[in-house]
């Protein structure tokens, strides 16, 4: 199954971008899921199809697919009902340990959602769209591309918290609980609650397998401009070090080359300058780039989307490798005692890089973003001796530690 992920800076045609690609495939004869989280009028006005909201009962990961055109059915990301399905499920399953700490569960009414919710509403949404196994592609509106970044992140992330909170050796441990409740004079938490970890453990591992599976890709929607450019600079070395892979940018709102009034024509130089830009840096990466043109308002409708759908369909050749297929190891200790690890970060920039060795994990930095990555096994056995960024590589150098690293006899 293929998925695109499209984002891009807020009010960038994200939706526009989303609906006109979905069409597009539609159109080629795929039977195609448009997922949005915009809770507003925004995909109704667009795709000129009013959308359901989703089931109270949270019931699903989305509200239930309603046709647009023909192969294409579009849905909404039940967010806040996933989130009332998750606090209930954790109520429900931790009542001992509400009634040792002397607490009151909350009752329904009183769940709102908190911040993060989205995130992990359009996972749950992907993931479900994913098993269900009835498209052929799944393009999925997402929202901006910063809060998109930090939403890929979050299945490896939070897998790691709860490896660190609840270690195996603790889990192996729930036998011994009734005998330990003797012995401190009360009940301990819940078999329910570990049962709940090894579940959400299993849901996240099921998620990056979505996330990281060959068919799945990230379409960046920008207009071109000095500050949309600058974002989208920062928010793709971000994907990079999530190892997720871009597979077009597309320009949105292109102005006419050579429009008659003055005030537009300066619009349209400043537009074509970062244009020029965006095209040199993703182009030279072998990113596809693809322009829609300004219809001079606001896209609405099946025939607006029709006339932008050919500009967005998908490349004909099949997604590039994943990202982390070029995080190699280059050994180099013949030659001078090191070696590097490279790791390909586009758009990355020295000022806001930032290296941390810590034990057996390298936690990398760039503006926003930080991801924990575990050392490959041979440079577990080395110390950190520099690092550069040099064409969006980053190569870190290692030195083999002697007391580690076997000895040559």
């Known amino acids: 199954m293929r998925t695109v992920l499209v984002t891009g800076p807020g009010g960038a045609g994200r939706t526009t971008v989303s609906a006109a690609t979905a069409l597009a495939a539609a159109a080629a004869g795929r039977r195609v899921l448009l997922l949005t989280c915009d809770r ?220 008659a009034d003055p005030w537009l024509a300066a619009l349209a130089d400043e537009q074509r300058t970062a244009h020029k830009a965006l095209c040199e840096e993703f182009l030279a990466d072998g990113v596809t780039v693809r322009d829609l043109p300004h219809l001079g308002r606001a896209p609405r409708g099946r025939e607006d989307l029709a006339e932008l759908a050919p500009h967005a369909a998908l490349p004909d050749s099949a997604p590039r490798p994943p990202v982390t297929d070029g995080w190699s190891v280059e050994d180099r200790r013949a030659e001078d005692g090191m070696l590097l690890w490279r790791i390909p970060l586009p758009g990355a920039e020295r000022d806001g890089l930032r290296l941390v060795r810590r034990g057996d994990e390298l936690i990398v930095g760039i503006g926003p973003f930080q991801r924990v990555l575990p050392l490959p096994s041979a440079l577990r056995r080395c110390s950190v001796a520099g690092a550069g960024l040099r064409d969006g590589e980053l190569c870190v150098r290692f030195i083999p530690d002697p007391d580690l690293w076997p000895r040559t006899p």
């Not at 990230?218 to 207009?223: C, N, S």
Request: glycine share 8%; charged share 20%.
């Open 40 to 259: 507003g009028p925004a995909p109704d006005a667009v795709l000129g199809t009013a959308l359901p909201a989703p089931e109270e009962d949270g019931s699903g990961a989305c509200a239930p697919p309603v046709p647009v055109a023909p192969g294409l059915w579009a849905a909404r990301v039940a967010v806040g009902e996933h989130f009332r399905t998750l606090a209930r499920d954790l109520q429900d399953r931790g009542t001992s340990l509400f009634d040792l700490l002397g607490a009151t569960p909350l009752d329904p009414e009183e769940l709102t959602e908190l911040p993060g919710a989205e995130h992990l509403a359009v996972l749950a949404a992907l993931r479900a769209a994913h098993d269900a196994g009835n498209w052929d592609l799944l393009v999925a509106d997402m929202p901006p591309v910063h809060e998109t970044v930090r939403l890929l992140a979050l299945p490896e992330q939070l897998g790691r918290y709860l490896r660190r909170l609840l270690p195996a050796e603790r889990q192996a441990a729930r036998a011994l609980r009734p005998m330990l409740a003797q012995l401190a004079g009360m009940p301990l938490p819940a078999q329910k609650l570990y049962e709940t970890v090894e579940r959400w453990q299993q849901e996240l591992s099921a998620v990056r397998e979505v996330l990281e599976a060959e068919g799945t890709t990230v379409r960046l929607v920008a207009e071109p401009g000095p500050l949309g450019n600058e974002v989208l600079r920062t928010a793709r070395a971000g994907l990079a070090l999530q190892g997720c892979r871009v597979d077009a940018l597309v320009a949105n709102r292109i102005l006419p080359a050579a429009p």
